[in-house]
């Protein structure tokens, strides 16, 4: 699945306006994908955001997102 830091590496690579345009509505389609082994790969990965974002970005964006992810049956 994803490397380590395949997410927030990316992210480095590209302005914060961008992340948030472009990168976060793919990670929440993500933490609403079918497949069990996606949502778990990206909850381990997701928190590499958050020093991108910062901390009142991360709490409207990633929250939300973090808390969907706990709820999970697997």
Same mark, same amino acid.
């Given at each position: 699945? +994803? *490397?380590?830091?395949?997410?927030? *590496? +990316? ?6 306006? #961008? =992340?948030?345009?472009? &990168?976060?509505?793919? =990670?929440?389609? &993500?933490?609403?994908? #079918?497949?069990?082994? =996606?949502? @778990?790969?990206? @909850?381990? %990965?997701?928190? *590499? &955001? ?6 009142? &970005? #991360? =709490? ?5 997102? +973090?808390? %969907?992810?706990?709820?999970?049956? +697997?």
């Amino acid at each position: 699945m +994803f *490397g380590s830091h395949c997410i927030q *590496g +990316f992210a480095k690579l590209i302005d914060r306006d #961008t =992340v948030l345009a472009k &990168l976060c509505p793919c =990670v929440r389609d &993500l933490a609403h994908d #079918t497949s069990q082994h =996606v949502r @778990a790969s990206l @909850a381990n %990965h997701i928190s *590499g &955001l958050a020093p991108l974002l910062g901390k009142d &970005l #991360t =709490v409207e964006h990633l929250l939300p997102l +973090f808390l %969907h992810l706990l709820k999970d049956d +697997f």
